[in-house]
Every structure is written in structure tokens, then in C-alpha cells.
């Protein structure tokens, strides 16, 4: 046993021996910081006052790894060389009041930055000076590591690289705190050039109390999401997700908040491409969008484009809208917005718009979806799931005038808590629908139900023979046998043209519906189709009345 802990100790101070012979040591103490360089590491040398540390590298043929640890509450970090380098934040904590991003590499190559598994790695820059983040990068940085990275841009972003900026699988947490401008900034490039882009393969990023865009690939950027989970939250005119170019989207998670005024969750200036993952947009707002995908014919660096294709994946985007007023104008509040062709060609697209400024979507050119995986839908009341900490479900079918609805495409069901919509209905069959109810109280609330009629613009009250309280977890009533809930429209039975009478031009209008003609109330027998049985119950309704 003896020999095997005395191997294995050698083995492990081999490899220490053999990292520490390329690595530059950064520590930091308060008011002052100490740079170790190993003899081995050559052409590379350090200057420090109090904790401001500068290190410039000749190296052009070894790629060197610079440490970074420790705590200073006035302190900075600048590296300055041609060649490659591996940034490691190993549990360092750096804040710069002098002026100056807190970690400033110029270096224009490929800078490996790791964040040390287990530790907790946290940068502040000053506000102060002409810095564009409180982490810099002239190059093109790649992260990488499990550790966790907190980073709050004072003055302009929080994270900046002057090229591409790189996710790998292994990165652990990202998260920015603040900024004034950007959360993350990056590129430079072509329009399609993939050498310039911000492109994630893993690890989670989270973005809040931003000025400016969440993530922003800019000056024809373009954004690739393959994997990982990005929570992103805009304020007033900005976006989560942007690109100058095309952003693609093939696998991850996202969950975007958009509430602020004429700001965006993903919006690209040449196209949006969703084949993968799952992307969950709540949009509030005035001139807000969900996904804007914007197509210019003058007057910008990219010409063209505007056009939304998704093959994949699972997107759901909330649009509400009420009656805001900005400069006397009121604009609608859209989930989807493309100033070209929208084409779907696979993956499940849930588009639900709210209030009465609220548009599902809104397209310039063709649009081409597969029917059953792109549904959207427009409600008049207006109501957030994320607001709330409690939900239960309830199984309905509702009648209108004694039969059963054979259709739900020209109504909408809503749940309510005293005034306010608590949740909304799902029918994707004429035999039940799903109401998912949330509430921030579980105390048995009372549960009432009204139902909104397209075509009449009028909001009826629905009734049960059963009392609905709200009770967290509780799931009521069954797709098999779901609660019926009733309501009279004060329409009378074959009054198909709703003029109040029930007369000869009612069954031409059930005549013109059987060739094809829109009259959702031509069904008059209640029996699911059109047909000539309406016709003979319009006429016994005519020949009884004396018509």
C-alpha cells in the first residue's frame, strides 16, 4: 500500500511540476498582488503597483497559462503579447475603481479562458475611463472549466471580445450581473461569416439589469446556440438575442423576458434558423417582439434578408399587449415579426397573443407552416404563468345554448379569480380542453369561467353545476370525462345570419355553408357537420312559427 500512495504522490507532483513550469501565478491581497514567473517561462515579464498588475509577453512559440486568484477591492489585470494564452480564473475576486476594465487581454489570438472547477470568480470594472468592458478581450476568447464567472460592466458591457467569443460543453456558469450597455458583446465580420460570431456549446449564461442587449454579435455577427441554458431579461429598447447577421438556434434552452418598450427577444438583420432546442419568449410591451426578423433595402451593412425558417425544436412565445400609449400612437405588442417569408417546416410553434394591442404574428412575405405544429391563438384577457407559484388543472367541454361546441377555433375560455385571468384554455379537440389555473395563494380561492366569441366580440359567463376552488397539485375532471360548462348566447336555435329571426334566408346561408361559405352557426342541429338535417331543422323552426 506503501508503494502505491508513494507512486501515485510522484505522479501528482510530476504533473504539478510539469503545469507549474508554464504557468504565470496572479495573486491578489487587498491593496497589493504578487506575480510569480517560473524560470522555465521565458519572455514574459510583469510590472506591479499596489494591486494593478501589467504583463506583457514576447513568447511567439509557447502558449502560456496565466492564474488569477485571490481578492482586491482596487485592483486590475492587463496581459499584452502576439501569442496564444490560457486565462485560468481560479477563485479571484477583482474590482477596478482606478479606471479600466478589471481583466484587460490584448492579445489578438486565440485566449483559452478557464474557470476553475469549483471556484467562484467575480470582476467589476471602475465606471470610470474609456474601457468597453469590465472583461476584455482583443482576441478571440474560448471559455471553458465548471467554475463560475459574475461579471458587472459599470461603465459600457460586462464582457467584450474584439472577434468571436466561444462556449464549450465544459463551461460551467456565466453570469452577468449588470451592465450599462451589453451583457456580452462580440464581433466583427461578413454577413454568413462564421469566423465572426458568439457561439455557445454548453454551460448556462444568465443575463440581467442590462442597459442594452443581453448577448450582441455585432457588425455582421452572427449567434449559434448548439447547447446549454441562457436566461435572458431585456429592458426598453433592446434585445436578448442579437445578431447583425443570422442567428441559429439547433439545440439549448432558452428562457427570454422581454418587458420593456419596442424591445425584442431574438432578432437577427438577415434571418432567424430554429432547428433544435427549446426556446420559451414572454414579450411585454409596446412595439415589442418575440422574434424579429428584420430585412433592410437601404441605408445599412446588411441588404436584404428578413426571413424566419424554423425545421425544429420547441418554440413558445406569450405577446402581451394592452392599451399602452407612446407618443400618442399605439403599437401592437407581436410574438413573431419577419419582414420576410416565415417557412416551418417542422418542430411545435405556440404562439399566444394577450390584450387587446397583442398580435400573434406578423409577416411581410409568404408564409408556409405545418398546420397541426404551428398554432397560434389570440386571447382578450391577459395573464402571466411566470408571476405565479401555484397552478392546478381542470378538464372542461363547454355547451352554448344546450349543445356541445363542435368547435373552439372562434371562442377562447378563460379562468378567473375575482377580475383577474388566472388561465386560459387549450381545446385541441371539440370532446375536452385543459385549463391549467395559477394562483400566489393556496387557500382554496373561488374559480369562475367566462368564454370570448370572435365573431360577436361579447364575453359570457360559464356555468357548472360543481364549485371550483383553486387547490395547488389538484387536477379535476378527466379528458374522458371532463366537467361541462354552460352558457345562453340569446341566439336563437337556426338563426344562422344572426339578424334575430330564423327564417328562408337562414338555410341559404346553411346552403352557402355547405359550399364552402363561413357561417360558424350553421351546424344547427348540433350533430359536428353541415349538412341537409340543418337545413330541415331550420325548416320545421320556420313552418312552427309560421315563416
Request: hydrophobic letters at 35%; one cysteine or more; proline letters at 2%.
Amino acid at each position: 500500500m506503501k508503494r502505491i500512495l508513494a507512486a501515485v504522490a510522484f505522479i501528482i507532483s510530476v504533473v504539478l511540476s510539469a503545469w507549474s513550469q508554464g504557468t504565470v501565478n496572479i495573486v491578489y491581497n487587498g491593496t497589493t498582488a504578487r506575480v510569480t514567473i517560473p524560470s522555465t517561462v521565458t519572455g514574459v515579464t510583469s510590472s506591479v503597483s499596489g494591486a494593478n498588475v501589467t504583463i506583457v509577453s514576447t513568447a511567439t512559440a509557447d502558449e502560456y497559462t496565466y492564474r488569477v486568484s485571490g481578492k482586491s477591492d482596487n485592483g486590475r489585470l492587463v496581459i499584452s503579447g502576439n501569442y496564444k494564452l490560457t486565462l485560468q480564473l481560479a477563485g479571484v475576486t477583482l474590482t477596478n475603481t482606478d479606471g479600466g476594465p478589471a481583466i484587460d487581454v490584448e492579445c489578438g489570438k486565440r485566449i483559452a479562458v478557464e474557470l476553475v472547477d469549483g471556484t467562484v470568480n467575480t470582476l467589476c470594472d471602475s465606471g470610470l475611463g474609456a474601457q468597453k468592458a469590465a472583461l476584455y478581450f482583443s482576441g478571440h476568447p474560448e471559455f471553458k472549466g465548471g467554475g463560475t464567472l459574475n461579471v458587472t460592466g459599470r461603465l459600457k458591457h460586462a464582457i467584450c471580445s474584439k472577434e468571436y467569443m466561444e462556449l464549450k460543453a465544459s463551461t460551467g456558469i456565466i453570469n452577468v450581473l449588470g451592465a450599462v450597455s451589453d451583457g456580452i458583446h462580440c464581433g466583427k465580420g461578413k454577413v454568413n461569416n462564421e469566423h465572426n460570431y458568439f457561439l455557445m456549446k454548453g454551460g448556462e449564461v444568465n443575463v440581467q439589469n442590462v442597459g442594452g442587449d443581453c448577448i450582441d454579435s455585432d457588425d455582421y455577427g452572427v449567434v449559434r446556440i448548439e447547447d446549454g441554458t441562457l436566461s435572458l431579461n431585456v429592458a426598453d429598447d433592446a434585445t436578448a438575442l442579437k445578431a447583425d447577421s443570422t442567428v441559429s438556434i439547433s439545440g439549448g434552452r432558452l428562457n427570454i423576458s422581454v418587458r420593456g418598450l419596442d424591445s425584442k427577444g431574438i432578432k437577427a438583420n438577415y434571418a432567424v434558423n430554429i432547428s433544435g432546442g427549446e426556446t420559451d419568449i414572454l414579450v411585454v410591451g409596446d412595439g415589442s417582439k418575440g422574434i424579429k426578423s428584420k430585412g433592410y433595402d437601404t441605408g445599412s451593412t446588411v441588404l436584404g434578408g428578413g426571413a424566419l425558417n424554423i425545421s425544429g425544436g420547441t418554440l413558445n412565445i406569450e405577446a402581451q399587449g394592452g392599451s399602452i400609449i407612446a407618443e400618442a400612437d399605439t403599437t401592437k405588442c407581436i410574438g413573431i415579426s419577419a419582414d420576410a417569408n416565415l417557412t416551418h417546416t417542422g418542430g411545435s410553434v405556440n404562439v399566444v397573443a394577450m390584450g387587446p394591442e397583442a398580435v400573434p404574428c406578423n409577416v411581410n412575405g409568404t408564409q408556409q407552416v405545418v398546420a397541426d405544429q404551428f398554432q397560434t391563438k389570440w386571447l382578450p384577457w391577459m395573464m402571466n404563468a411566470r408571476d405565479y407559484q401555484y397552478d392546478m388543472t381542470v378538464y372542461v367541454v363547454v355547451y352554448a345554448d344546450g349543445q356541445k361546441l363542435t368547435s373552439y377555433d372562434r371562442v377562447a375560455v378563460g379562468a378567473f379569480i375575482g377580475d383577474d385571468c388566472v388561465g386560459y384554455g387549450q381545446f385541441e379537440t371539440a370532446d375536452y380542453g385543459c385549463v391549467r389555473i395559477y394562483s400566489n395563494e393556496d387557500n382554496q380561492q373561488p374559480i369562475t369561467f367566462k368564454l370570448y366569441d370572435y365573431d360577436e366580440q361579447l364575453t359570457y359567463d360559464l356555468t357548472s353545476t360543481a364549485n371550483y376552488v383553486f387547490v395547488s397539485g389538484l387536477v379535476r375532471g378527466m379528458p374522458g370525462t371532463p366537467f361541462p360548462l354552460r352558457y345562453n348566447s340569446g341566439r336563437k336555435k337556426g338563426d344562422v345570419n344572426s339578424d334575430g329571426d330564423v327564417d328562408v334566408e337562414d338555410m341559404r346561408c346553411v346552403i352557402s355553408a355547405l359550399n364552402g361559405a363561413d357561417y360558424p352557426a350553421a351546424d344547427v342541429n348540433g350533430d359536428g357537420r353541415v349538412d341537409v338535417g340543418d337545413i330541415l331543422t331550420i325548416a320545421g323552426v320556420v313552418a312552427a312559427n309560421g315563416k
